[in-house]
């Protein structure tokens, strides 16, 4: 397995048939990534919408027994994870066809780096483009991918952030790695 997708959600079911569907619709084989979604004790139609992949043999599903944040939900999925490699995509957000492919490639060819993030496509609610955004210029915490035994071997996201547990971590690990950078907007965030 390279990929593991990371999806964390609560009360995002507007949004999440489409986000689902750009994770699974990646052009790398179905048994090469994988996608796990983690429901955060949501409280409107997930659990329903969610009943629509639950059968598809590459999507997996966590549902926390109560609200515990992104950066808690994320560890644990990242711990069940098999991928070499792991990405979170936000419940209200989608992805390229060719993200997770293009963000591998760049990590199997640079096995020492910790990871790599993409552009983004800043995108209205009807999925209209804005405008193209730098990720090293304005960073946001999903469409980095990761080397996944770096992460577990780092600690994780600190659970004690509810939010903002990207920027923590790379306060923390600031010394120690640097997130590369690929000038390609293959992220969507609404």
Do not use: W
Request: aromatic share 12%; net charge positive; hydrophobic share 30%.
């Amino acid at each position: 397995m390279i990929v593991s997708i990371v999806i964390t959600s609560y009360n995002y079911g507007k949004y999440l048939h489409r986000c689902i569907r750009s994770c699974l619709n990646q052009t790398l084989p179905t048994d090469q990534f994988e996608v796990i979604m983690v429901d955060d004790f949501s409280q409107d139609n997930t659990k329903n919408i969610i009943e629509e992949y639950k059968s598809l043999p590459n999507f997996k599903y966590i549902r926390n027994n109560k609200n515990r944040g992104v950066a808690y939900s994320a560890n644990t999925a990242i711990k069940k994870a098999k991928g070499k490699y792991v990405v979170r995509v936000d419940s209200d957000d989608y992805i390229n066809n060719e993200f997770a492919k293009i963000l591998s490639m760049y990590l199997i060819e640079n096995p020492t780096k910790f990871g790599v993030a993409c552009d983004y496509y800043l995108v209205s609610e009807d999925e209209n483009k804005i405008k193209k955004v730098s990720s090293k210029i304005n960073p946001v915490s999903c469409g980095i991918m990761y080397n996944r035994k770096k992460l577990l071997k780092e600690g994780l996201y600190n659970v004690k952030f509810k939010h903002r547990e990207e920027e923590e971590l790379r306060i923390r690990l600031d010394q120690k790695y640097k997130i590369h950078h690929l000038e390609l907007p293959l992220y969507r965030y609404r």
